[in-house]
């Protein structure tokens, strides 16, 4: 039978990939012979993948190949699995397969074994009938660095075809950094990747030239005659594998250990040439393996440490089908890189080098460690030292032995200053010689156990909304091993990343021992940069160090670095590769601060409330790394020195989406996808422009929302005015559900007429695929037709079309043409007194419209009770029910079709969303007016409506490509929008009132709050600039150095949505009633 899996290993780190290739190289007959089973490539690979937990829990796969077996018979097998246990549940699948197999055996398949006994399955027969019986095996267990960690991005991963030697199986522990480029190769040499990523896009880059290789080879053999059997056998052996990978990894950019099997027998492992990511391969007369870490090796298959070799960078393991193998050169070697983080914390600490390394770093502590003890008047006498599980023991371990030795060298001192005090002052002065040497000989380094694990939680790597809820149950403490108000604890861990896990759970744990002061010790240095090489530290804002650098920033004033820092990082991104250097300016974030002001103060930060013990933060510092690990000078980590040009560009992104206020990874599936996706647009600075870049950024198809220059509720990583619900959507009972948001962005661009060149610059270097310009003097000034004319794809209507507003006397003839109802002369004052006002929208690209299914109720007068002046509205609510589909349907033959048929006739083709003002009267609804941009309230209290995707709309007018069909609603829903001004407003009024309450406002079900007239001042009263407005806080509200103010008559618009208008009336005016500012005024 196939072998039982045997019981899990314990607690270890359980991040990263890690990946195990076997040759079996002697007949099938000679393992069943040797070992007692036909199973025995299939056992080692279990015990490999075991022996891997530590980098990677969330998949596994298993593939192997047969070799020399007849046509018909299957000779790829692969299974994969993202159970809970994925690895015990692959190989309990393929056992259970094995053993199916082997019930079927007939008769004659059994043979008496040469020793005798009972009889047996010919292994000849198990290899040709069974699955997982061939000679080669590749195998993966996975750590998804992506949120889509489907059984589909499991490895092994398998381009498959009906020629063997085009057939390829692909994994490996990689992250490729210019997976965009490689995709763009592949695209234009007419290959369609079914995604973008870097697992599918090396497995066709790598796929393309064994496909070119073999129509080369088999051009070659058919050209001298040979029969395609013929050709096809000579391909088998004569495949040069070297020179397959050599085309394909030219323009690679990353850290990697890639193995591919071809179907016939031949396969391989690439390593990077910086030696970012490790592998270690051992070959004898039975097997050739390689796998991610040398100890396994050593440990499933018995090896001495000297047979165990690392694969060097730059060069691949290549095995021929007939199991003679050969390093071969396949990239120039760049200087060696080999990852210290991964050493430190990844790797397998009985591996000799990571012992005896890890344990340096310890040591190299003790000196730092005692001068701050000292300094404090505490010593090793009232020091417990301890550390944190379970990857920091080792590092333990050396801080205690050098702690020991120091306290020899110190006793030492000691007892020659008695010896010497004895002998000088002779045996009757007194002096208790031998209670003096008692007293030395009692001094001990106290060490003690005083963590443990209480549950096994990854803290590491959890989704975002579950890992704090989660870390401050992971701990817990042995009591009675600290003296009270007395000792000082020292806790050594072997990194500080985030600090989640040290605020929410080890230091609230530790405090409750009641130490004098807690002392965490890291071994590693801080961790300032992302890692960008495939271990999950890719979210730059998530970093305590940087969170600790960006904090002192703003307290000293200086938060326009980070402005010039965005600045010059994004400008690198468009950037390919191979244009040339790449700077790493995320460094300048460090640059004021020493590394122990930054230690100050992510110690500040990560001190928990209420914490009675004094909390102190100690790290290694880079060049004690350097001294304790001198081979492994990969330290991007902590110095942001990244080997390769990509992983400078794409710490540079990471910076940039932390800036933009994106919480995507700075690489990955959706990282590279959002890279893909579009950059818009909006122009403008009003309610209704923060209205429309809120409802963009819910489109998946939308990467990022632009703003100029926006407003105060812009300022932010999302518009502000919906931060608590920028990735919600609610139902209709309030309730939320997430969605896409992509961030919105305020830019300074100015914005000068006539010819508008640093919009048009600003779009060509953002690579806008859409601009929205929402300002109705801007469309009046014909920006439109200047982007048009740029060939950037625009929203709104070209200057002729936009004189249905700025020109009274275009759209009154045009409205008489045509007979529509007009309404009559008004009282002067702007509104039709005494009657109803609705608004219908209509969007169009110039030939074909679609109309919004219901329309608004506008509230123009200023006060209660509709009185007061005629302002530019106070307020909508939609639908509204004096409009019924009957009428709706009127409306659009008897008024928009002709109107927008008109003006294609004159050629003014309207591209954009009219606004059509009536009033209802009783001979029905009459026109007051036409605006060509959507005006507010009338935009918040109609967007919220709005199903489907607005991106797709407006990019379908822009294009020339609207579908007639009408736009639609969420059913059963109202909305409401009460504006708040400033007082005295629409005469004369103050700006420059703080406001406060909106974080409130947000807590109402269905509440958003778009800004009009708001602005940011930061603390000294200096007006912030739009790039500079972002707020750099990581939970979507203003920092404490910035205040949002008023700066005009309409200041902000609150919009609630419920399942009827009294519902989202009440949660309006709840919401509205939670905002504050000087003389506020709303009806």
Same mark, same amino acid.
Not at 39 to 49: A, D, K, P, Q, S
Not at 378 to 385: E, F, P, Q, R
Not at 527 to 546: E, N, Q, S, T
Not at 808 to 827: D, E, H, I, R, Y
């Given at each position: 039978?196939?072998?039982?899996?045997?019981?899990?290993?314990?607690?270890?780190?359980?991040?990263?990939?890690?990946?195990?290739?076997?040759?079996?190289?002697?007949?099938?007959?000679?393992?069943?012979?040797?070992?007692?089973?036909?199973?025995?490539?299939?056992?080692?690979?279990?015990?490999?993948?075991?022996?891997?937990?530590?980098?990677?829990?969330?998949?596994?796969?298993?593939?192997?190949?047969?070799?020399?077996?007849?046509?018909?018979?299957?000779?790829?097998?692969?299974?994969?699995?993202?159970?809970?246990?994925?690895?015990?549940?692959?190989?309990?699948?393929?056992?259970?397969?094995?053993?199916?197999?082997?019930?079927?055996? /007939?008769?004659?398949?059994?043979?008496?074994?040469?020793?005798?006994?009972?009889?047996?399955?010919?292994?000849?027969?198990?290899?040709?009938?069974?699955?997982?019986?061939?000679?080669?095996?590749?195998?993966?267990?996975?750590?998804?660095?992506?949120?889509?960690?489907?059984?589909?991005?499991?490895? /092994?991963?398998?381009?498959?075809?009906?020629?063997?030697?085009?057939?390829?199986?692909?994994?490996?522990?990689?992250?490729?950094?210019?997976?965009?480029?490689?995709?763009?190769?592949?695209?234009?040499?007419?290959?369609?990747?079914?995604?973008?990523?870097?697992?599918?896009?090396?497995?066709?880059?790598?796929?393309?030239?064994?496909?070119?290789?073999?129509?080369?080879?088999?051009?070659?053999?058919?050209?001298?005659?040979?029969?395609?059997?013929?050709?096809?056998?000579?391909?088998?052996?004569?495949?040069?594998?070297?020179?397959?990978?050599?085309?394909?990894?030219?323009?690679?950019?990353?850290?990697?250990?890639?193995?591919?099997?071809?179907?016939?027998?031949?396969?391989?492992?690439?390593?990077?040439?910086?030696?970012?990511?490790?592998?270690?391969?051992?070959?004898?007369?039975?097997?050739?393996?390689?796998?991610?870490?040398?100890?396994?090796?050593?440990?499933?298959?018995?090896?001495?440490?000297?047979?165990?070799?690392?694969?060097?960078?730059?060069?691949?393991?290549?095995?021929?089908?007939?199991?003679?193998?050969?390093?071969?050169?396949?990239?120039?070697?760049?200087?060696?890189?080999?990852?210290?983080?991964?050493?430190?914390?990844?790797?397998?600490?009985?591996?000799?080098?990571?012992?005896?390394?890890?344990?340096?770093?310890?040591?190299?502590?003790?000196?730092?460690?005692?001068?701050?003890?000292?300094?404090?008047?505490?010593?090793?006498?009232?020091?417990?030292?301890?550390?944190?599980?379970?990857?920091?023991?080792?590092?333990?371990?050396?801080?205690?032995?050098?702690?020991?030795?120091?306290?020899?060298?110190?006793?030492?001192?000691?007892?020659?200053?008695?010896?010497?005090?004895?002998?000088?002052?002779?045996?009757?002065?007194?002096?208790?010689?031998?209670?003096?040497?008692?007293?030395?000989?009692?001094?001990?380094?106290?060490?003690?156990?005083?963590?443990?694990?209480?549950?096994?939680?990854?803290?590491?790597?959890?989704?975002?909304?579950?890992?704090?809820?989660?870390?401050?149950?992971?701990?817990?403490?042995?009591?009675?091993?600290?003296?009270?108000?007395?000792?000082?604890?020292?806790?050594?861990?072997?990194?500080?990343?985030?600090?989640?896990?040290?605020?929410?759970?080890?230091?609230?744990?530790?405090?409750?021992?009641?130490?004098?002061?807690?002392?965490?010790?890291?071994?590693?240095?801080?961790?300032?940069?992302?890692?960008?090489?495939?271990?999950?530290?890719?979210?730059?804002?998530?970093?305590?160090?940087?969170?600790?650098?960006?904090?002192?920033?703003?307290?000293?004033?200086?938060?326009?670095?980070?402005?010039?820092?965005?600045?010059?990082?994004?400008?690198?991104?468009?950037?390919?590769?191979?244009?040339?250097?790449?700077?790493?300016?995320?460094?300048?974030?460090?640059?004021?601060?020493? /590394?122990?002001?930054?230690?100050?103060?992510?110690?500040?930060?990560?001190?928990?409330?209420?914490?009675?013990?004094?909390?102190?933060?100690?790290?290694?510092?880079?060049?004690?790394?350097?001294?304790?690990?001198?081979?492994?000078?990969?330290?991007?980590?902590?110095?942001?020195?990244?080997?390769?040009?990509?992983?400078?560009?794409?710490?540079?992104?990471?910076?940039?989406?932390?800036?933009?206020?994106?919480?995507?990874?700075?690489?990955?599936?959706?990282?590279?996808?959002?890279?893909?996706?579009?950059?818009?647009?909006?122009?403008?600075?009003?309610?209704?422009?923060?209205?429309?870049?809120?409802?963009?950024?819910?489109?998946?198809?939308?990467?990022?929302?632009?703003?100029?220059?926006?407003?105060?509720?812009?300022?932010?990583?999302?518009?502000?005015?919906?931060?608590?619900?920028?990735?919600?959507?609610?139902?209709?009972?309030?309730?939320?559900?997430?969605?896409?948001?992509?961030?919105?962005?305020?830019?300074?661009?100015?914005?000068? /007429?006539?010819?508008?060149?640093?919009?048009?610059?600003?779009?060509?270097?953002?690579?806008?695929?859409?601009?929205?310009?929402?300002?109705?003097?801007?469309?009046?000034?014909?920006?439109?037709?200047?982007?048009?004319?740029?060939?950037?794809?625009?929203?709104?209507?070209?200057?002729?079309?936009?004189?249905?507003?700025?020109?009274?006397?275009?759209?009154?003839?045009?409205?008489?043409?045509?007979?529509?109802?007009?309404?009559?002369?008004?009282?002067?004052?702007?509104?039709?007194?005494?009657?109803?006002?609705?608004?219908?929208?209509?969007?169009?690209?110039?030939?074909?419209?679609?109309?919004?299914?219901?329309?608004?109720?506008?509230?123009?007068?200023?006060?209660?009770?509709?009185?007061?002046?005629?302002?530019?509205?106070?307020?909508?609510?939609?639908?509204?029910?004096?409009?019924?589909?009957?009428?709706?349907?009127?409306?659009?033959?008897?008024?928009?079709?002709?109107?927008?048929?008109?003006?294609?006739?004159?050629?003014?083709?309207?591209?954009?969303?009219?606004?059509?003002?009536?009033?209802?009267?009783?001979?029905?609804?009459?026109?007051?007016?036409?605006?060509?941009?959507?005006?507010?309230?009338?935009?918040?209290?109609?967007?919220?409506?709005?199903?489907?995707?607005?991106?797709?709309?407006?990019?379908?007018?822009?294009?020339?490509?609207?579908?007639?069909?009408?736009?639609?609603?969420?059913?059963?829903?109202?909305?409401?929008?009460?504006?708040?001004?400033?007082?005295?407003?629409?005469?004369?009024?103050?700006?420059?009132?703080?406001?406060?309450?909106?974080?409130?406002?947000?807590?109402?079900?269905?509440?958003?709050?778009?800004?009009?007239?708001?602005?940011?001042?930061?603390?000294?009263?200096?007006?912030?600039?739009?790039?500079?407005?972002?707020?750099?806080?990581?939970?979507?509200?203003?920092?404490?150095?910035?205040?949002?103010?008023?700066?005009?008559?309409?200041?902000?618009?609150?919009?609630?949505?419920?399942?009827?208008?009294?519902?989202?009336?009440?949660?309006?005016?709840?919401?509205?009633?939670?905002?504050?500012?000087?003389?506020?005024?709303?009806?």
């Amino acid at each position: 039978q196939a072998p039982p899996p045997v019981a899990t290993m314990g607690d270890e780190p359980h991040h990263e990939c890690g990946f195990a290739m076997l040759r079996l190289l002697k007949p099938w007959e000679y393992y069943k012979e040797k070992y007692g089973t036909s199973f025995y490539g299939l056992n080692r690979m279990y015990l490999m993948m075991e022996k891997q937990r530590n980098r990677g829990q969330d998949g596994c796969g298993i593939a192997n190949v047969k070799l020399d077996v007849p046509p018909g018979v299957k000779y790829i097998h692969c299974e994969k699995s993202i159970a809970a246990d994925p690895i015990k549940d692959v190989f309990e699948r393929v056992q259970n397969m094995a053993n199916a197999g082997l019930q079927r055996a /007939p008769p004659e398949a059994l043979i008496t074994p040469p020793g005798g006994g009972p009889p047996q399955v010919d292994p000849l027969w198990v290899k040709e009938h069974v699955p997982f019986a061939g000679e080669l095996f590749l195998s993966h267990v996975r750590y998804g660095t992506d949120s889509d960690n489907s059984i589909d991005r499991c490895h /092994p991963v398998m381009r498959e075809s009906n020629w063997m030697t085009r057939s390829l199986l692909l994994a490996g522990n990689f992250n490729i950094t210019n997976n965009e480029d490689l995709f763009s190769s592949l695209v234009q040499i007419g290959q369609h990747p079914r995604e973008l990523s870097d697992t599918v896009t090396l497995l066709e880059k790598i796929g393309h030239f064994v496909d070119k290789e073999n129509n080369d080879l088999y051009v070659k053999y058919s050209a001298t005659g040979q029969a395609p059997r013929t050709c096809f056998s000579l391909i088998a052996e004569n495949l040069n594998v070297a020179r397959v990978l050599r085309r394909a990894s030219s323009d690679w950019d990353g850290g990697y250990c890639i193995a591919g099997v071809l179907g016939h027998g031949d396969s391989f492992v690439l390593r990077d040439p910086c030696g970012i990511r490790p592998a270690f391969y051992m070959a004898n007369n039975e097997v050739i393996v390689v796998a991610s870490e040398a100890p396994l090796i050593q440990t499933v298959f018995g090896a001495s440490e000297d047979s165990v070799h690392p694969l060097p960078p730059g060069q691949a393991l290549v095995i021929k089908r007939s199991g003679n193998w050969k390093l071969e050169s396949v990239l120039a070697p760049q200087p060696l890189k080999q990852c210290s983080f991964e050493r430190i914390y990844f790797s397998r600490g009985n591996d000799a080098g990571v012992y005896r390394q890890r344990e340096h770093l310890g040591r190299l502590l003790l000196a730092p460690l005692m001068k701050i003890l000292e300094a404090d008047g505490d010593s090793l006498a009232n020091t417990v030292l301890s550390f944190i599980p379970n990857t920091a023991e080792l590092a333990f371990n050396g801080l205690v032995k050098e702690a020991q030795d120091e306290m020899s060298r110190r006793q030492a001192v000691l007892i020659k200053e008695i010896m010497e005090r004895t002998k000088r002052e002779g045996a009757g002065s007194g002096f208790d010689v031998e209670e003096a040497l008692r007293r030395v000989g009692a001094m001990t380094v106290r060490t003690e156990k005083v963590v443990h694990k209480d549950a096994k939680i990854r803290t590491f790597i959890q989704e975002d909304s579950s890992r704090e809820g989660l870390t401050m149950h992971a701990y817990d403490v042995h009591y009675g091993t600290v003296r009270a108000k007395e000792d000082v604890l020292v806790a050594l861990d072997d990194s500080i990343v985030r600090g989640n896990t040290l605020k929410n759970a080890i230091l609230r744990t530790l405090d409750r021992l009641g130490p004098k002061s807690i002392l965490v010790l890291s071994s590693c240095p801080q961790i300032r940069y992302p890692d960008v090489y495939g271990i999950d530290m890719a979210k730059m804002g998530d970093l305590a160090a940087f969170k600790a650098a960006v904090t002192m920033l703003q307290e000293r004033g200086q938060e326009g670095i980070l402005a010039e820092v965005y600045r010059a990082c994004r400008s690198q991104l468009s950037r390919p590769l191979a244009s040339g250097d790449f700077v790493n300016h995320v460094r300048r974030v460090y640059e004021p601060f020493t /590394p122990d002001e930054i230690s100050a103060k992510i110690c500040q930060q990560v001190t928990p409330a209420g914490c009675k013990a004094k909390i102190g933060i100690l790290f290694n510092t880079v060049d004690a790394l350097h001294v304790a690990m001198p081979e492994f000078a990969g330290d991007w980590y902590f110095t942001g020195n990244y080997p390769t040009p990509g992983g400078t560009k794409v710490c540079c992104r990471a910076f940039v989406l932390w800036f933009e206020g994106s919480s995507a990874r700075c690489y990955g599936v959706s990282s590279a996808a959002s890279c893909a996706q579009t950059p818009v647009l909006v122009i403008g600075n009003g309610g209704s422009e923060h209205a429309l870049a809120w409802k963009l950024s819910q489109s998946h198809e939308v990467g990022c929302v632009y703003v100029a220059p926006g407003n105060g509720g812009i300022s932010g990583q999302t518009a502000h005015g919906h931060a608590h619900r920028n990735a919600e959507h609610d139902d209709a009972k309030g309730s939320t559900a997430r969605v896409h948001s992509a961030p919105v962005i305020p830019v300074d661009v100015p914005l000068t /007429p006539p010819h508008f060149k640093e919009v048009k610059d600003f779009c060509r270097e953002r690579s806008i695929v859409l601009a929205v310009v929402g300002s109705e003097q801007l469309l009046h000034e014909g920006l439109a037709d200047v982007l048009r004319s740029a060939g950037v794809p625009t929203f709104g209507p070209s200057q002729a079309a936009a004189e249905l507003e700025s020109s009274q006397a275009f759209s009154k003839t045009l409205v008489q043409k045509l007979g529509l109802p007009m309404a009559a002369a008004s009282n002067g004052d702007g509104d039709a007194s005494g009657f109803p006002e609705v608004s219908v929208l209509a969007f169009s690209d110039g030939v074909n419209f679609a109309m919004v299914p219901a329309a608004t109720q506008d509230q123009k007068r200023c006060n209660d009770e509709d009185r007061g002046p005629v302002t530019d509205g106070m307020g909508a609510f939609a639908p509204s029910p004096l409009v019924d589909e009957e009428m709706l349907k009127s409306l659009e033959e008897n008024v928009l079709r002709p109107l927008f048929d008109a003006m294609r006739s004159e050629g003014r083709h309207f591209s954009g969303c009219l606004q059509t003002e009536l009033v209802l009267t009783p001979s029905g609804p009459r026109i007051l007016g036409f605006k060509t941009s959507i005006s507010e309230p009338v935009a918040q209290a109609m967007f919220p409506l709005l199903d489907g995707d607005l991106f797709e709309v407006l990019s379908a007018c822009a294009g020339s490509r609207l579908k007639r069909e009408p736009l639609t609603l969420r059913r059963n829903q109202s909305t409401v929008a009460v504006v708040l001004t400033s007082g005295g407003y629409p005469g004369p009024f103050q700006s420059g009132h703080a406001i406060t309450g909106i974080e409130r406002a947000l807590c109402v079900p269905g509440a958003h709050v778009f800004h009009t007239g708001t602005t940011v001042e930061i603390a000294e009263g200096v007006n912030a600039t739009p790039t500079a407005r972002r707020s750099f806080t990581s939970n979507n509200s203003y920092s404490f150095s910035q205040k949002l103010m008023t700066c005009g008559g309409r200041v902000l618009t609150v919009a609630a949505i419920g399942r009827s208008l009294h519902e989202a009336r009440e949660r309006a005016y709840v919401a509205v009633r939670a905002i504050n500012f000087t003389d506020a005024h709303y009806r």
